[in-house]
């Protein structure tokens, strides 16, 4: 199997940064920590009420991410707003996500199947503006042919309720291992770059990574979490150690 990329989302710096209202603990200083301690890109979600990245940390972390020849992944939902922010930054990579403002954090996969006649339209936008176009999608085949539909070149599975089964010791945990990995193949099969993410820590990326097509993992509440009690960068190590045994590397 290939080696496996890891995205490091720094998000949830930016939400204790935004706490006390202060100007730290800056994301941008995490993201080069991340970078410096083995984390092949960086992913943030400017969501539409800014309550974690602002539109001064995108700005900010375009310009550190293509200085340090990494790919920022911009999370984004499907508004006119965030498209006029992509396309002014021009990110590597940007991964379409569902949105409400209510939810804690993402709560499912985009409806792509259903949001059709503006995704389809976006996606052609974005990629025509030379940035590569994910899809966050539960592991759902319709979604996933929605998504190749639309154009995009990447699916991203979320593997949130894989995480939770797991920590809570669901006998369902099985079945939704083996569903991430049907929706991988047939993710592949339609010619679709496979990513994973949400809810992943150190007990649950081996089994995902075990699951060959996926290609990248985005990791970001769990282990800005764990850098609390020792430190980020050797989170990341661990992190990618976890993810090279998995793969034999």
Same mark, same amino acid.
């Given at each position: 199997? $290939?080696?496996?990329?890891?995205? +490091?989302?720094?998000?949830?710096v930016a939400t204790i940064?935004?706490?006390?209202?202060?100007?730290?603990?800056?994301?941008?200083?995490?993201? *080069?920590?991340?970078?410096?301690?083995?984390?092949?890109?960086?992913?943030?979600?400017?969501? @539409?009420?800014?309550?974690?990245?602002?539109? $001064?940390?995108? *700005?900010?972390?375009?310009?550190?991410?293509?200085?340090?020849?990494?790919?920022?992944?911009?999370?984004?939902?499907v508004t006119a707003e965030? @498209?006029?922010?992509?396309?002014? /930054?021009?990110? /590597?990579?940007?991964?379409?996500?569902?949105?409400?403002?209510?939810?804690?954090?993402?709560?499912?996969?985009?409806?792509?199947?259903?949001? /059709?006649?503006?995704?389809?339209?976006?996606?052609?936008?974005?990629?025509?503006?030379?940035?590569?176009? $994910?899809?966050? +999608?539960?592991a759902d085949p319709v979604?996933?042919?929605?998504?190749?539909?639309?154009?995009?070149?990447?699916?991203?599975?979320?593997?949130?309720?894989?995480?939770?089964?797991?920590?809570?010791? $669901?006998?369902?945990?099985?079945?939704?291992?083996?569903?991430?990995?049907?929706?991988?193949?047939?993710?592949?099969?339609?010619?679709? @770059?496979?990513?994973?993410? /949400?809810?992943?820590?150190?007990?649950?990326?081996?089994?995902?990574?075990?699951?060959? *097509?996926?290609? @990248?993992?985005?990791?970001?509440?769990?282990?800005?979490?764990?850098?609390?009690?020792?430190?980020?960068?050797?989170?990341?190590?661990?992190?990618?150690?976890?993810?090279?045994?998995?793969?034999?590397?």
């Amino acid at each position: 199997m $290939s080696l496996l990329r890891l995205g +490091v989302n720094i998000d949830h710096v930016a939400t204790i940064r935004n706490a006390r209202g202060a100007d730290y603990p800056d994301p941008v200083r995490a993201a *080069e920590l991340a970078m410096a301690a083995g984390a092949d890109g960086i992913t943030a979600h400017l969501r @539409e009420d800014r309550r974690h990245i602002s539109d $001064s940390d995108i *700005e900010a972390l375009a310009v550190i991410t293509r200085k340090r020849g990494r790919p920022l992944n911009f999370e984004m939902a499907v508004t006119a707003e965030m @498209e006029t922010i992509a396309l002014r /930054h021009r990110p /590597h990579a940007i991964c379409l996500v569902p949105e409400r403002r209510e939810e804690v954090t993402t709560e499912g996969g985009l409806d792509v199947a259903g949001g /059709h006649n503006s995704i389809t339209p976006l996606v052609a936008r974005l990629a025509a503006a030379g940035m590569r176009i $994910s899809c966050f +999608v539960d592991a759902d085949p319709v979604q996933i042919a929605a998504a190749k539909a639309a154009g995009a070149q990447v699916v991203e599975l979320h593997t949130g309720a894989y995480c939770d089964a797991v920590r809570e010791g $669901s006998p369902l945990a099985a079945g939704l291992l083996e569903k991430l990995s049907a929706s991988a193949r047939a993710a592949h099969e339609l010619g679709l @770059e496979v990513h994973a993410g /949400h809810g992943i820590d150190f007990e649950t990326v081996k089994p995902i990574v075990a699951i060959p *097509e996926i290609m @990248e993992l985005n990791i970001g509440h769990f282990m800005i979490g764990e850098a609390i009690f020792t430190g980020l960068a050797p989170v990341i190590q661990r992190m990618r150690a976890l993810m090279d045994e998995a793969r034999g590397v």
